[in-house]
């Protein structure tokens, strides 16, 4: 009997992998409805263990994809539209190369459409999932909303985006929802927490498009992941408009008369929506939507759990304060400062804002109002101020939010000095890290304000102590002088019990007499020696933590030894990047200094003259 095995490469990696060629082969289609595909589906390219198995001996790298995964993609529908299209693009061709209008015109009618919707509901089966893997999302949206019609880019597209994004910026203000803003070169960091799920994503800065060249970005790649997250976007405001007891598509309170007598008034009700100056219309208004973080918090009888109830407790307590950052301030934006972002930011936090109403549409109250509170400025001086009015930089409200307090406005006025904006992104207190001097002032300044506190109360509950013990002092000799009249009558009856006790105590017996004087000879003995002065040498200390540290390396086991090594190059290059920064700082706070004692030089020079 023979025994006939598997043939090489029909087991394991060799069969559980495909190239990218085989896979079209499969699948039929071109390489871009295949890529098309692969991004609308979530599925890419796996690295295998053997890349020489994977790949049936055959040298090179190839793009290599998961057996199953190619299996998953063959029963897409979006396949037999693709298939559609295909046919439908030869048929226009050749009715337009035959001068066929009326059938052109037929088939154009019945164009086949693609839709996404199944797959954003089979990538994402609850509301949780899609907002965990919502920061690419926004991201790309909010890209797409700035750009202008491109080639590869529709105009629709970029609208869509606009509209969808500006509708999840009213959902985060009225949830109350954004946490930390960061401004950088690459745009405006935000990060809202939603549901218990943190969300980060960047806005541009609204500059003119520079065109790009054809190498350098691949738009048609961008637009159809646009295109998917365009629909996961829709669902997902659709959602959030509903939980927060909104309209959707969103719709104004208050509907002047003057916008009904407009010709277009759907355009100019988009444009007050896109302001975020306007509060949009309840459901039901009856009921007000409950925050999460109102709701009381549970509380758990596990001891190992006390310090996480405490410090969630008093997150809680900050983020609710910080809710409200802003409530009671009217705020006034100049023609040059940027009006999307700030008043968005302030919005969140319970602020009123407005704007020159010759600028854009929304504005709520003008400039000569006297009842406002603060002016954003960005210019170095201004002709006409107010008293009753703080004139500040824009800088202001962003620290204000990252510092989750009102600052003190004196270093933000207009044609000040900024003090420098720090990141609140980045973990300070992580080990082998590089923090700024000005990071590190403000953290001793927390560090020492929390001092102070325990300390105020510490002496608080000190004299507490003391005034109770005053008291009890006083109540302890008002019982003795009581007393002392009940024990008048007793006294003479005590003495011969005293006198007895005395001769006991005088005539001990012969062993008690013994024990009595080892005791006090032991006491003699008993006494404090002045000590010696042992100098200890730093450089034989430094020698034993040395070849300590040496034994512990050497216990390291021979199958960790690779992630040790690894594990100490990594500190050995932070190690470095924070001397290369440290260095950095040092330069350029002497250039500065240099620089401000050749201007007192040039000013004590012009006096002089």
Same mark, same amino acid.
């Given at each position: 009997?023979?025994?006939?095995?598997?043939?090489?490469?029909?087991?394991?990696?060799?069969?559980?992998?495909?190239?990218?060629?085989?896979?079209?082969?499969?699948?039929?289609?071109?390489?871009?409805?295949?890529?098309?595909?692969?991004?609308?589906?979530?599925?890419?390219?796996?690295?295998?263990?053997?890349?020489?198995?994977?790949?049936?001996?055959?040298?090179?790298?190839?793009?290599?994809?998961?057996?199953?995964? $190619?299996?998953?993609? +063959?029963?897409?529908?979006?396949?037999?539209?693709?298939?559609?299209?295909?046919?439908?693009?030869?048929?226009?061709?050749?009715?337009?190369?035959?001068?066929?209008?009326?059938?052109?015109?037929?088939?154009?009618?019945?164009?086949?459409?693609?839709?996404?919707?199944?797959?954003?509901?089979?990538?994402?089966?609850?509301?949780?999932?899609?907002?965990?893997?919502?920061?690419? %999302?926004?991201?790309?949206?909010?890209?797409?909303?700035?750009?202008?019609?491109?080639?590869?880019?529709?105009?629709?597209?970029?609208?869509? %985006?606009?509209?969808?994004?500006?509708?999840?910026?009213?959902?985060?203000?009225?949830?109350?929802?954004?946490?930390?803003?960061?401004?950088?070169?690459?745009?405006? /960091?935000?990060?809202?927490?939603?549901?218990?799920?943190?969300?980060?994503?960047?806005? &541009?800065?609204?500059?003119?498009?520079?065109?790009?060249?054809?190498?350098?970005?691949?738009?048609?790649? +961008?637009?159809?992941?646009?295109?998917?997250?365009?629909?996961?976007?829709?669902?997902?405001? /659709?959602?959030?408009?509903?939980?927060?007891?909104?309209?959707?598509?969103?719709?104004?309170?208050?509907?002047?008369?003057?916008?009904?007598?407009?010709?277009?008034?759907?355009?100019?009700?988009?444009?007050? $929506?896109?302001?975020?100056?306007?509060?949009?219309?309840?459901?039901?208004?009856?009921?007000?939507?409950?925050?999460? @973080?109102?709701?009381?918090?549970?509380?758990?009888?596990?001891?190992?759990?006390?310090?996480?109830?405490?410090?969630?407790?008093?997150?809680?307590?900050?983020?609710?304060?910080?809710?409200?950052?802003?409530?009671?301030?009217?705020?006034?934006?100049?023609?040059?400062?940027?009006?999307?972002?700030?008043?968005?930011?302030?919005?969140?936090?319970?602020?009123?804002?407005?704007?020159?109403? #010759?600028?854009?549409?929304?504005?709520?109250?003008?400039?000569?109002? @006297?009842?406002?509170?603060?002016?954003?400025?960005?210019?170095?001086?201004?002709?006409?101020? /107010?008293?009753?009015?703080?004139?500040?930089?824009?800088?202001?409200?962003?620290?204000?939010?990252?510092?989750?307090?009102? #600052? &003190?406005?004196?270093?933000?006025? +207009?044609?000040? $000095?900024? &003090?420098?904006?720090?990141?609140?992104?980045?973990?300070?207190?992580?080990?082998?890290?590089?923090? &700024?001097?000005?990071?590190?002032?403000?953290?001793?300044?927390?560090?020492?304000?929390?001092?102070?506190?325990?300390?105020?109360?510490?002496?608080?509950?000190?004299?507490? @102590?003391?005034?109770?013990?005053?008291?009890?002092?006083?109540e302890e000799e008002d019982e003795d002088d009581e007393q002392e009249s009940n024990?008048?009558?007793?006294?003479?009856?005590?003495?011969?019990?005293?006198?007895?006790?005395?001769?006991?105590?005088?005539?001990?017996?012969?062993?008690?007499?013994?024990?009595?004087?080892?005791?006090?000879?032991?006491?003699?003995?008993?006494?404090?020696?002045?000590?010696?002065?042992?100098?200890?040498?730093?450089?034989?200390?430094?020698?034993?933590?040395?070849?300590?540290?040496? #034994?512990?390396?050497?216990?390291?086991?021979?199958?960790?030894?690779?992630? /040790?090594?690894?594990?100490?190059?990594?500190?050995?290059?932070?190690?470095?990047?924070?001397?290369?920064?440290?260095?950095?700082?040092?330069?350029?706070?002497?250039? @500065?200094?240099?620089?401000?004692?050749?201007?007192?030089?040039?000013?004590?020079?012009?006096?002089?003259?």
């Amino acid at each position: 009997m023979v025994v006939i095995g598997k043939k090489k490469y029909q087991s394991g990696e060799g069969a559980q992998f495909m190239s990218r060629k085989a896979a079209l082969k499969k699948l039929q289609l071109s390489l871009n409805e295949f890529r098309r595909l692969c991004i609308l589906k979530g599925i890419y390219p796996r690295e295998p263990r053997n890349r020489r198995r994977a790949q049936k001996g055959e040298p090179g790298i190839k793009i290599l994809y998961h057996k199953k995964d $190619i299996q998953f993609l +063959m029963h897409e529908p979006i396949i037999w539209k693709l298939r559609d299209q295909k046919i439908f693009n030869r048929k226009v061709a050749k009715a337009r190369s035959l001068k066929e209008y009326s059938e052109m015109k037929r088939y154009l009618s019945n164009h086949p459409t693609i839709t996404v919707d199944h797959i954003v509901k089979e990538r994402y089966p609850t509301f949780i999932d899609a907002l965990r893997d919502l920061d690419d %999302c926004l991201t790309l949206c909010f890209l797409f909303s700035t750009f202008p019609s491109l080639h590869r880019i529709p105009r629709e597209q970029s609208l869509l %985006c606009r509209r969808l994004t500006v509708e999840f910026l009213h959902a985060v203000i009225n949830a109350k929802a954004l946490r930390k803003v960061f401004v950088s070169i690459k745009g405006y /960091y935000y990060q809202a927490e939603i549901k218990g799920q943190t969300i980060t994503w960047i806005v &541009p800065h609204h500059f003119c498009f520079e065109p790009q060249a054809k190498l350098d970005v691949d738009f048609k790649i +961008m637009s159809t992941f646009v295109e998917f997250y365009i629909t996961m976007l829709g669902f997902v405001n /659709y959602r959030l408009y509903h939980t927060l007891n909104l309209y959707y598509p969103p719709k104004l309170t208050n509907a002047e008369n003057s916008e009904k007598a407009l010709v277009d008034e759907e355009v100019y009700v988009s444009e007050r $929506i896109a302001a975020l100056n306007v509060s949009l219309v309840n459901l039901d208004p009856s009921t007000q939507f409950v925050e999460d @973080e109102e709701m009381e918090m549970d509380q758990f009888t596990n001891e190992g759990d006390a310090t996480k109830l405490e410090e969630a407790r008093l997150e809680a307590e900050k983020v609710k304060k910080l809710k409200t950052l802003f409530k009671g301030l009217k705020i006034f934006l100049n023609r040059e400062v940027p009006r999307e972002p700030l008043v968005f930011i302030i919005r969140c936090f319970g602020g009123e804002v407005s704007w020159d109403k #010759l600028l854009f549409v929304g504005a709520t109250f003008d400039e000569t109002d @006297e009842t406002i509170t603060h002016q954003i400025v960005d210019r170095p001086s201004m002709s006409k101020q /107010y008293i009753s009015r703080y004139y500040v930089q824009p800088q202001w409200i962003f620290d204000s939010v990252n510092a989750r307090e009102l #600052l &003190p406005v004196e270093k933000y006025l +207009m044609g000040c $000095i900024l &003090p420098p904006h720090l990141s609140p992104f980045s973990d300070s207190r992580q080990d082998q890290t590089y923090i &700024p001097p000005e990071e590190r002032a403000l953290m001793d300044l927390e560090f020492k304000l929390t001092d102070d506190k325990e300390e105020s109360e510490e002496e608080s509950e000190n004299e507490n @102590e003391e005034e109770e013990e005053g008291e009890e002092e006083e109540e302890e000799e008002d019982e003795d002088d009581e007393q002392e009249s009940n024990e008048d009558s007793d006294e003479e009856v005590d003495k011969h019990e005293a006198v007895k006790k005395e001769v006991e105590i005088e005539l001990p017996s012969k062993v008690e007499d013994q024990k009595e004087q080892n005791r006090l000879l032991k006491k003699k003995q008993m006494k404090v020696k002045t000590g010696e002065v042992t100098k200890e040498d730093p450089w034989e200390r430094q020698r034993q933590e040395r070849q300590e540290y040496r #034994l512990r390396e050497r216990m390291v086991k021979k199958k960790h030894k690779n992630l /040790y090594r690894s594990m100490m190059k990594g500190r050995e290059q932070r190690a470095k990047e924070i001397w290369l920064l440290r260095k950095k700082r040092r330069i350029h706070d002497a250039a @500065e200094k240099q620089k401000r004692k050749e201007e007192r030089k040039q000013k004590k020079a012009k006096s002089a003259e």
